[in-house]
């Protein structure tokens, strides 16, 4: 969980701008995540909305659900509208949570909307150690490491860490086409904000980057077991998009 990536409000040509909104998209997902109780999860449905300069132009849910004793899944779910361009997609994670650890088992994401519709699978095989991706013919190229997550799970590890006390963090991630890399963040403080849910106390962290040029924060709220409550994303301190809670529901 690229944790946001680029901007969908600059539509400079349609073909280059559906491909950044695309790859905000995912990046945007990947900020939703499970609710954390000792060492299970709580199923919960939560709603979101996506805004641009205080004006609201897409929503988003999402909802974990419990398959067996320590096997989960994960439902992510956008529908963006921006002038001429309109984006939906699912991605669904199936993992499993125990001794306070998520590991990944099936990442799927299918989108459709504006230019073409696509779909992406990325499968964690942990007995052989191996991971594969409906876009590579052999398991991938890449190094097995214990601590790996897919673009959703890693989030659910955050908040775990968060919960913990830890200020600093950092988690190795396969993304949605099987390529490798480390997201990092950094706790900065506590913050009451105000939300559609009201006023919530929260933590604000921050996603470290490689340059100056890009920001993105989110606010995790304790209150209601340390969900996303709200993300700001930016490029050369400019606003490129919000989000924030509207609704949050335990099943």
């Known amino acids: ?3 946001l990536m680029t901007n969908p409000f600059q539509f400079k040509a349609q073909r280059t701008q559906n491909k950044k909104i695309s790859a905000w998209l995912v990046g945007l997902s990947a900020f939703f995540s499970c609710s954390l109780l000792a060492n299970t999860l709580t199923p919960y449905h939560a709603e979101y909305q996506i805004l641009r300069k205080g004006s609201v132009q897409g929503s988003a849910t999402r909802d974990l659900s419990k398959i067996d004793e320590n096997t989960y899944q994960l439902e992510y779910q956008s529908d963006i509208k921006w002038m001429i361009f309109n984006d939906k997609r699912t991605e669904i994670s199936m993992f499993t949570f125990d001794n306070n650890r998520t590991q990944p088992i099936h990442y799927d994401m299918t989108r459709s909307g504006t230019g073409p519709d696509k779909e ?3 499968s964690f095989d942990h007995t052989k150690k191996t991971i ?3 876009k590579k013919k052999y398991p991938l190229d890449i ?4 601590e790996q997550q897919d673009a959703q799970t890693y989030q659910i590890q955050l908040r775990r860490d968060i919960k913990a006390g830890k200020t600093k963090l950092s988690y190795p991630i396969v993304d949605k086409k099987g390529n490798q890399r480390n ?6 403080g506590e913050e009451t904000i105000t939300l559609p849910i009201g006023n919530v106390k929260t933590i604000r962290i921050k996603r470290l980057y490689d340059n100056d040029k890009r ?3 989110v606010w995790l709220a304790p209150e209601y077991d340390y969900m996303l409550v709200k993300i700001y994303k930016g490029k050369k301190g400019i606003e490129q998009f919000q989000v924030q809670m509207t609704k949050y529901d335990i099943k």
């Open 1 to 3: 969980m690229p944790f």
């Open 183 to 188: 997201y990092d963040f950094e706790v900065e």
């Open 132 to 134: 594969t991706s409906n």
């Open 143 to 146: 190094t097995w490491q214990t």
């Open 120 to 122: 992406y699978t990325v």
């Open 215 to 217: 920001q993105a924060t």
